[in-house]
């Protein structure tokens, strides 16, 4: 994928940065996914299942659930840049 002649590389890359979630921020946002969905199982006991789970247990789940949030993002992203990209009007479309 190149940038067109219309628009900048810089500006073209800065766009990439928006939608895509890079390797090197992936643990660093999984993580605090991980602790904010800890904080709302803090702060509504409700929301826990009934039957208690080892804390060494939790915590895993909790890294696994935000890991596969993270990974539908990331999902979410790519399938919106090719959305925009099938529709972008034919001047803006990158030559092949």
């Given at each position: 994928?190149?940038?067109?002649?219309?628009?900048p590389?810089?500006k073209?890359?800065?766009?990439?940065?928006?939608?895509?979630?890079?390797?090197?921020h992936?643990?660093?946002?999984?993580?605090?996914i991980?602790?904010?969905?800890?904080?709302?199982?803090?702060a509504?006991?409700?929301?826990d299942?009934?039957?208690?789970?080892?804390v060494?247990?939790?915590d895993?789940?909790?890294?696994?659930?935000?890991?596969?949030?993270c990974a539908a993002?990331d999902?979410?992203?790519?399938?919106t840049?090719?959305?925009?990209?099938?529709?972008?009007?034919a001047a803006?479309r990158?030559?092949a």
């Amino acid at each position: 994928m190149a940038a067109s002649a219309l628009m900048p590389h810089w500006k073209f890359c800065r766009q990439l940065d928006k939608a895509m979630i890079h390797s090197s921020h992936r643990d660093r946002k999984t993580k605090a996914i991980a602790d904010a969905l800890a904080m709302i199982a803090d702060a509504h006991p409700e929301l826990d299942p009934h039957r208690p789970r080892p804390v060494r247990e939790t915590d895993e789940w909790l890294w696994e659930s935000a890991a596969e949030f993270c990974a539908a993002l990331d999902h979410y992203a790519g399938r919106t840049m090719k959305i925009k990209r099938e529709f972008a009007p034919a001047a803006r479309r990158p030559r092949a």
